[in-house]
């Protein structure tokens, strides 16, 4: 079975810290593992995806098949990176589903 | 053209009515999804499509009824709903090819059963 576990509802953080919202997930096979991030009144867009390990806006995210985790990370927050955030997780025939999210709230 | 495109964006129909709900993609993806949102909830996988057909139907209640005319297209046609199916209605497509597999979604749909 696909899983995507997201511990945190809430992460509350100042501008300027560092921001890390965690993913866990379960897969028996081989994933493909996404972040995607829903800024307020728009859509849900991809923000990141493992495979290409690329930096977005300054989020990272690294696949740890040990750990089975695919933390987001960011090393200085901004007050517009405030939005929910998603992990995602692709697995055989297309199935899609997401983590319970994270509202990242960046204070001034 | 990199655009899900949902129409309608807002729908109120009864608990009798039979309404549609459209979703198109010009980007060649063969995979389409749809999903309900309920607020401050993730999205919940409903089907999937793959190639025009369906792959993936997530135990969801016969009142809904999703069909793919072709590889642009996506409709979820709607009959004798629930007030508890009000939701966001997400639809979304993605290529099939390895690496470029993330999904692309639509504004939404928010429905209102009365």
């Known amino acids: 079975a696909q899983r995507v576990t997201q511990p945190e509802k809430l992460l509350s953080v100042f501008k300027g ?3 890390e919202l965690k993913c866990n997930y379960s897969y028996s096979g081989s994933p493909e593992l996404f972040w995607y991030v829903q800024y307020s009144r728009q859509r849900l867009q991809l923000l ?3 495979i290409s390990r690329e930096s977005i806006k300054g989020f990272t995210a690294d696949l740890n098949k040990g750990e089975t985790s695919f933390h987001l990370k960011k090393p200085f927050a901004q ?3 405030s939005a929910m955030y998603y992990c995602a997780l692709r ?4 199935k899609l589903i997401f983590g319970t999210g994270t509202l990242l709230a960046v204070q001034p | 053209d990199t655009e899900v495109t949902q ?3 807002h729908l109120v129909m009864g608990m009798t009515n039979k309404k549609s709900l459209k ?3 010009h980007m060649g993806h063969r995979a389409m999804y749809w999903y309900k ?3 401050k909830k993730p999205p919940e996988l409903m089907f999937v499509y793959s190639y025009e057909k369906l792959s993936i139907n997530e135990s969801v209640p016969s009142r809904f009824s999703p069909e793919c005319p072709n590889s642009s297209l996506l409709n979820l046609h ?3 709903l629930q007030p508890e199916d009000s939701a966001l209605y997400l639809c979304a497509s993605s290529q099939d090819r390895t690496g470029y597999t993330e999904a692309f979604f639509g504004q939404g749909t928010r429905l209102t059963v009365v």
């Open chain 2, 23 to 25: 979703c198109e993609q």
């Open chain 1, 91 to 94: 697995g055989a025939t297309n």
């Open chain 1, 48 to 50: 990141l995806r493992h």
């Open chain 1, 79 to 81: 007050e517009e990176d």
């Open chain 2, 37 to 39: 949102q309920k607020a």
């Open chain 2, 7 to 9: 129409t309608p964006k």
């Open chain 1, 17 to 19: 810290a560092p921001v």
């Open chain 2, 78 to 80: 709607l009959h004798a």
